[in-house]
């Protein structure tokens, strides 16, 4: 997604919805979501998916979009 910058960031934000949309239910010690599927067996856990997505999140806060006030349309 090089130089496409609102599209990064919307995936960005996207992937932080799902995740906060998934939740740990105690009794069966196992992740869910409400319409998509949790894999039973992960290539990466959860817990490391909300590390990154925190990380990128916070990246995507600093990025300063081009000015485009100069611009004629």
């Given at each position: 997604?090089?130089?496409?910058y609102?599209f990064?960031i919307t995936?960005v ?8 949309e998934?939740?740990?239910n105690i ?12 894999s039973?067996?992960?290539y990466?856990?959860?817990k490391?998916?909300?590390e990154?997505?925190?990380l990128?999140d ?13 611009y004629?349309f």
């Open positions: 997604m090089q130089s496409s609102g990064a995936h934000q996207s992937g932080m919805k799902v995740l906060c998934i939740k740990h009794e069966t010690r196992r992740y869910q979501h409400d319409f998509l599927r949790v039973e067996i992960p990466v856990s959860i490391k998916l909300e990154m997505f925190v990128l916070l990246q995507a806060t600093q990025v300063r979009l081009p000015d485009c006030t100069n004629m």
